[in-house]
């Protein structure tokens, strides 16, 4: 049998409402609430070495979390600092900078940056003279990939970048851009407060095609207050048709305002109803399909020859902190406050803070708190998540071979929910491949869930969003 990856996805109601359930969202695996407080730098640096020695040519992957936003958006969950005073950029840039260097230095030059990425808060809160300065102090630290090789991108917010910003970031050296919309509708945009025309982000997009930019993303919101089907499929007609990006995130907006303090100025009873929300969901895989686009998976849509399409179909796709990616070789190296490494066999995160963030880079040393090295099991394991997440299906004979174990057996417990979920419609298996259905690669999550040893025997307390 093939091992090309099918692309097509159906919206099968039974099946949804059956296992929409919280869930995490497989970033990573473990994931990241059963990190240790207590791994401290030097475990890191141990895990550099091992990963280093391991693979001395391995490409790296950086992310540089910019916390700052200039007025907060109700529906976000991201760590950031809401503020309008731009010089409290500063120190950050200043200790973001140390660490960099001390980074750096961990590193072997000839390790190329494959990817680069800038998230937050808002990475266009800095102006172009502090991104500049960012992408120099980087490439003083790190050999940068030339630019036709490497992915460097950048989130930006429409409102943030006047006529020319977004040119003089292709010169500094970005060539992929993530634009943040959510939603086009006045009211929805009042009750999350952010207001952003469609003329607005369309200037931007279109100032991006013509600097040169080779991939363009789009961010979208379902589930926000006020949101209807008519008025959020207006929303995807519009993306398509004026802004038509290479990719879309189309988001399920989680309400955990026990969580997130801005959440709590959302009315419940101003949300879409669930049966609302979810026909918004069908509504929008059905536009963004039938205008060509392909279900790459966990809210992600691309055209079919873009890299991420092109990679899935090839088996080559990965999935990290950053979403999904086509560089599953690299070790991603994340920088900044709360930003969070995955290198070898450990994960590393920064504190959260910018007090406490700033007190362990001025005291001369890296900003970690808390991470873990994986166990043989955890390898496996995410290997197997990894797989299922990104190809939507698995070789039983393949799998043992490129682990070392006997699948059925290593995974005896988890082959009684293989089957279960085969009777309900969510998997077939023809005794070696393990295929997810069209109807099942929606609730992805579900199907990676009975393979977490730690979701099912560790103790944990935080709530995960629904998986749809």
């Excluded at 990856?5 to 059956?18: A, G, N, P, Y």
């Excluded at 808002?122 to 102090?137: C, E, I, M």
């Excluded at 949101?227 to 879309?248: C, K």
């Amino acid at each position: 049998m093939s091992s090309v990856v099918s692309q097509v996805v159906k919206f099968d109601r039974e099946l949804i409402d059956r296992y929409n359930v919280s869930g995490p969202r497989y970033t990573s695996y473990p994931t990241a609430p059963h990190f240790k407080e207590g791994f401290t730098p030097d475990d890191f640096r141990a895990g550099v070495a091992r990963s280093q020695a391991a693979d001395p040519d391995k490409p790296l992957s950086l992310y540089f979390h910019i916390p700052f936003c200039d007025t907060v958006c109700y529906y976000c969950a991201c760590n950031k600092v809401i503020t309008p005073v731009r010089e409290k950029a500063v120190p950050y840039l200043e200790n973001l900078f140390k660490e960099i260097e001390r980074m750096g230095r961990l590193f072997d030059r000839k390790r190329k940056v494959a990817q680069l990425h800038l998230g937050g808060g808002t990475p266009t809160y800095l102006d172009n003279d502090q991104l500049q300065a960012l992408w120099d102090k980087v490439a003083e630290n790190f050999t940068l990939a030339p630019d036709d090789e490497g992915e460097y991108s950048i989130e930006c917010d429409p409102r943030e970048l006047p006529v020319g910003a977004i040119a003089k970031l292709r010169k500094t050296g970005f060539n992929r851009l993530s634009v943040g919309l959510q939603d086009l509708d006045p009211v929805v945009q009042k009750a999350v407060n952010r207001v952003q025309s469609l003329e607005l982000t369309k200037r931007v997009v279109d100032e991006a095609r013509e600097a040169g930019y080779v991939s363009i993303n789009l961010d979208l919101i379902y589930g926000l207050p006020f949101q209807t089907e008519a008025g959020f499929a207006n929303t995807v007609e519009a993306s398509i048709r004026d802004l038509d990006p290479d990719r879309l995130a189309v988001f399920n907006y989680a309400h955990l305002p026990q969580y997130f303090m801005p959440q709590r100025r959302i009315n419940d009873a101003d949300l879409p109803h669930p049966d609302v929300k979810l026909k918004i969901l069908e509504n929008t895989i059905n536009q963004l399909t039938d205008a060509g686009h392909v279900y790459i998976g966990m809210d992600h849509f691309a055209k079919p020859d873009d890299e991420l399409a092109m990679a899935q179909r090839n088996g080559v796709l990965h999935r990290n902190f950053q979403g999904y990616t086509t560089h599953a070789e690299c070790d991603l190296v994340s920088m900044g406050a709360t930003s969070i490494s995955q290198i070898g066999d450990i994960y590393a995160q920064n504190r959260k803070e910018l007090p406490e963030y700033y007190e362990l880079i001025e005291a001369g040393d890296l900003a970690i708190f808390k991470g873990m090295r994986l166990s043989d099991d955890d390898m496996i394991r995410r290997d197997v998540i990894m797989r299922l997440i990104c190809d939507f299906h698995l070789d039983r004979a393949a799998t043992s071979e490129r682990l070392g174990i006997d699948f059925s057996d290593y995974f005896g417990a988890e082959e009684a929910d293989v089957k279960r979920m085969v009777g309900e419609g969510l998997l077939t298996d023809d005794g070696n491949r393990i295929e997810v259905t069209p109807g099942g690669r929606l609730l992805i999550r579900n199907i990676c869930m009975p393979f977490d040893w730690h979701l099912r025997n560790a103790q944990q307390t935080k709530t995960f969003s629904k998986t749809i």
